[in-house]
């Protein structure tokens, strides 16, 4: 079993940032893969960024490339997401999300290979 908890979110300018945090606890967080989703009202959940349990590999969705960088502290069972040059589009409740599979070797963007997931934390940048 996975606990997660999303912080960070808040209301920013566009061209703002902010840094989401996501802490996890239960099984050892080093052995597996997180991502990062995100859903605006009316659309699916879709893809933000995803980091292995090393942290030496990452994905992005095409249109976070530049602007947004996964992270992740194994030490503190924490994921982070920074995201610069914010857009209103960004605008959503975005999810951490935790892959325990053992045989997976590469990051996952589907969203049903995610086996646990936070409460969700929102996002909203004003134009």
């Known amino acids: 079993q996975v606990q997660l908890v999303e912080s960070g979110g808040g209301l920013v300018q566009a061209g703002g940032s902010l840094r989401l945090s996501c802490e996890a606890s239960?099984?050892?967080?080093?052995?597996?893969?997180m991502g990062w989703f995100r859903q605006a009202p009316g659309k699916e959940r879709e893809f933000v960024a995803g980091?292995?349990?090393?942290?030496?590999?990452?994905l992005y969705a095409d249109s976070m490339k530049g602007r947004f960088t996964i992270s992740r502290d194994n030490a503190k069972n924490t994921v982070y997401l920074q995201m610069a040059s914010l857009k209103p589009a960004d605008t959503a409740v975005y999810y951490c999300?935790?892959?325990?599979?053992?045989?997976?070797?590469?990051?996952?963007?589907?969203?049903?290979?995610?086996?646990?997931w936070g409460q969700g934390t929102q996002v909203t940048v004003s134009s």
């Open positions: 999300a935790a892959d325990i599979s053992e045989s997976r070797l590469v990051v996952t963007t589907i969203r049903s290979e995610y086996d646990y």
């Open positions: 239960g099984r050892t967080f080093s052995y597996y893969a």
């Open positions: 980091i292995s349990w090393s942290g030496r590999s990452t």
